[in-house]
């Protein structure tokens, strides 16, 4: 069992920046690949970054690639993702979750997820 807690979700204006946090405890997290998946009100969840167990590997979906960075600390069991240039069409609850398949993209393969957390980007 791997419980997950996300922290850092808010409000922010159009073109802003926010960092979730991931704290992770129970079983080793490095054993497990690391995602942030959102959902939109109305949207199927989407995977928007995920990262490999020792983090070497990462996955960006197309529509944040070049705005949105992940990143783990195997030591401190955290996974963050930096959200940079953020657009009102990021607005959406984010849930960080883990894989025990290595690093996938479909949301559904990830075995463990957080209680999410809100990010509201206004126009």
């Known amino acids: 069992q791997v419980q997950l807690v996300e922290s850092g979700g808010g409000l922010v204006q159009a073109g802003g920046s926010l960092r979730l946090s991931c704290a992770a405890s129970?079983?080793?997290?490095?054993?497990?690949?690391g995602g942030w998946i959102r959902q939109a009100p109305g949207k199927e969840r989407e995977l928007v970054a995920g990262?490999?167990?020792?983090?070497?590997?990462?996955y960006y979906a197309d529509s944040v690639r070049g705005r949105f960075t992940i990143s783990r600390d195997n030591a401190k069991n955290t996974v963050l993702l930096e959200m940079n240039s953020l657009k009102p069409e990021d607005t959406a609850v984010y849930y960080c979750?883990?894989?025990?398949?290595?690093?996938?993209?479909?949301?559904?393969?990830?075995?463990?997820w957080g209680q999410g957390t809100q990010v509201t980007v206004s126009s």
């Open positions: 979750a883990a894989s025990q398949r290595g690093l996938v993209v479909v949301p559904t393969a990830y075995d463990y």
């Open positions: 990262i490999s167990r020792g983090g070497g590997n990462t």
């Open positions: 129970g079983r080793t997290f490095s054993s497990y690949a």
